[in-house]
């Protein structure tokens, strides 16, 4: 099956494109603020979050423990695998009486570049009223599966939509 590659959208002034970033993935602390709102609720606020970086990826944003609300995250039975980071848990996220399954991932055992991934938690965008980089509402990316958050100092393509899933 021949794999057809996208052209890369170019990059407007300040943006970064995603087809610049890195393959194999990387990940790297960002002084960046990510916030998730839900419900008026605050699920996430932190400034210590850990990004990772693959080409054709928006970023995903992993966050420490003490910046997630108490008692709002439980695991769940799934899990998936990735080639760089290992094996990954999945968590249900309980707020307001309504639970969210399935929504945010974690790599207890992490390979050795992705240490500082340990005990941070990943959120899927889509499932709450917003998700924030900085004060930028950012965009899910597209597909059930990958967890990026697109924000307007990125170009893409991005990965996700129907047809990329050799990228």
């Given amino acids: 099956m021949a794999v057809i590659r996208p052209t890369p959208d170019a990059p407007l002034p300040g943006q970064e494109s995603v087809w610049a970033y890195p393959r194999p993935a990387i990940a ?3 002084p960046r603020r990510i916030r998730i709102v839900h419900r008026g609720i605050v699920l996430v606020d932190t400034r210590a979050a850990v990004r990772t970086l693959e080409t054709s990826h928006p970023p995903s944003y ?17 899990g998936s695998f990735c080639e760089w980071k290992g094996q990954a848990v999945y968590h249900d996220v309980t707020m307001d009486g309504e639970v969210f399954h399935d ?12 240490a500082m991934l340990r005990d ?4 899927y965008a889509a ?5 924030f980089v900085d004060d930028e509402r950012v965009v899910p990316q597209a597909g059930d599966f990958y967890g990026g958050w697109i924000t307007s100092d990125l170009a893409g393509p991005f990965k996700g939509v129907p047809g990329s899933r050799f990228w």
């Fill in 62 to 78: 992993y966050i420490p423990p003490a910046d997630i609300l108490a008692d709002a995250v439980r695991p769940s039975r799934r």
């Fill in 120 to 123: 941070h938690l990943a959120f």
């Fill in 127 to 131: 499932p709450f009223d917003a998700c």
């Fill in 28 to 30: 790297c602390p960002t």
């Fill in 103 to 114: 929504v945010a991932w974690s790599y207890p055992a992490p390979t050795a570049p992705f």
